[in-house]
T-cell receptor, first 111, second 114 residues
Framework: AQSVTQLDSHVSVSEGTPVLLRCNYSSSYSPSLFWYVQHPNKGLQLLLKYTSAATLVKGINGFEAEFKKSETSFHLTKPSAHMSDAAEYFCVSGGYNKLIFGAGTRLAVHP | SAVISQKPSRDICQRGTSLTIQCQVDSQVTMMFWYRQQPGQSLTLIATANQGSEATYESGFVIDKFPISRPNLTFSTLTVSNMSPEDSSIYLC???????????FGSGTRLTVV
């Protein structure tokens, strides 16, 4: 069965410092993996997706994630945090007909 | 990617009543999905709605409580029936525009049951 574990429920960084949001997945096959962001009182926005092409995936707003099969990880990174990055981030595993959401990581960015 | 219009955006309802949420997509899509996000929690799939067939419900969700319609390839409704305060959540619809594209979500319906 598929599962997604986000290792941190809350992450706090200072503006201009790097962001690391950790995600591990469990699947019997190579899954499609996604990162979504949810700003307060707004819908979900796709940041990036991995679908078995390049293992380093670049997304919107300077985010990127690296798929590491040996570690079953798909961590999200950004070199320099911006105040507008404060939001809830979801790591998601899925295929054609079902998505499995991680519990979410709330990112706080301080001046 | 597809654009989804979901309404209402929020509602406050009395317990025992029902609310129907609408999801309109600007393109024809085969599969539409309905999710629930309880306060402070992640998203859980309620059901998959395919045009021309019965919706497929996930474990813990039943048709009598969450009836779904899918009359055509661009529209679906989810009804939350006989509501109780435990149904207070955000409900979101989602579509897969093309395989490998990622899923697009509606902006959600924030439901409060009093």
């Amino acid at each position: 069965a598929q599962s997604v574990t986000q290792l941190d429920s809350h992450v706090s960084v200072s503006e201009g410092t790097p962001v690391l949001l950790r995600c591990n997945y469990s699947s019997s096959y190579s899954p499609s993996l996604f990162w979504y962001v949810q700003h307060p009182n707004k819908g979900l926005q796709l940041l990036l997706k991995y679908t078995s092409a390049a293992t380093l995936v670049k997304g919107i707003n300077g985010f990127e994630a690296e798929f590491k099969k040996s570690e079953t990880s798909f961590h999200l990174t950004k070199p320099s945090a911006h105040m507008s990055d404060a939001a809830e981030y979801f790591c998601v595993s899925g295929g054609y007909n079902k998505l499995i959401f991680g519990a979410g990581t709330r990112l706080a960015v301080h001046p | 990617s597809a654009v989804i219009s979901q309404k209402p955006s929020r509602d406050i309802c009395q317990r025992g009543t029902s609310l129907t949420i609408q999801c309109q997509v600007d393109s024809q899509v085969t599969m539409m999905f309905w999710y629930r996000q309880q306060p402070g929690q992640s998203l859980t799939l309620i059901a998959t709605a395919n045009q021309g067939s019965e919706a497929t419900y996930e474990s813990g969700f039943v048709i009598d409580k969450f009836p779904i319609s899918r009359p055509n390839l661009t529209f679906s409704t989810l009804t939350v029936s006989n509501m109780s305060p435990e149904d207070s959540s955000i409900y979101l619809c989602s579509v897969l525009w093309r395989a490998g594209d990622g899923y697009t979500f509606g902006s959600g319906t924030r439901l409060t049951v009093v």
